[in-house]
């Protein structure tokens, strides 16, 4: 049996970006904060006051990687849980001033990031890409979706 081209292997080739952001998270945003908890964050800058499961929708993580997020954000006194002000009986998330900024200071150095994540690619192949990468990611999430 001949090897396997490892380099047209779609999952081999996603480990091996994934890998690099990591490494370039690590180096050039932060140690603290992962990148699915910038998401977090980000996405109650844009959308305050939501619930936990339709943050989750929002930054796509399942139902235990959002919990366990939020509860180490919270932890960080990073975001809090209150009592939604329509709906009494249920707790929506809410950033707070660190949180805040926090969120300011990542955001700023995860553009820098993507700079040098994108810098061997023209602007239309950065395009390209990420919507490419986009419509894979949303493929995929589809079958899981329907298991």
Known sequence: MAA???????????RRLQQAHTLLWSTL???ETTSPQFAV????VETPDIDQRTLGERVRLDRST???VVARLARRGLLERV?????????????????AGVHRGLAA??????????AP???????????????????AEKVRDRR
């Open 29 to 31: 945003v932060s140690e």
């Open 41 to 44: 964050l980000n996405t109650l």
């Open 66 to 68: 959002v919990a366990d």
């Open 83 to 99: 009592r939604d002000p329509l709906d009494g009986r249920r707790n929506v998330l809410r950033l707070t001033m660190e949180g």
């Open 4 to 14: 396997v081209d490892l380099g047209a292997h779609p999952g081999h080739l996603a």
């Open 121 to 139: 690619l023209e602007q239309a192949e950065r395009e390209a890409l990420l919507g490419l990468i986009a419509r894979v990611a949303d493929a």
């Open 109 to 118: 150095r995860t553009e820098a990031m993507n700079e040098v994540f994108l």
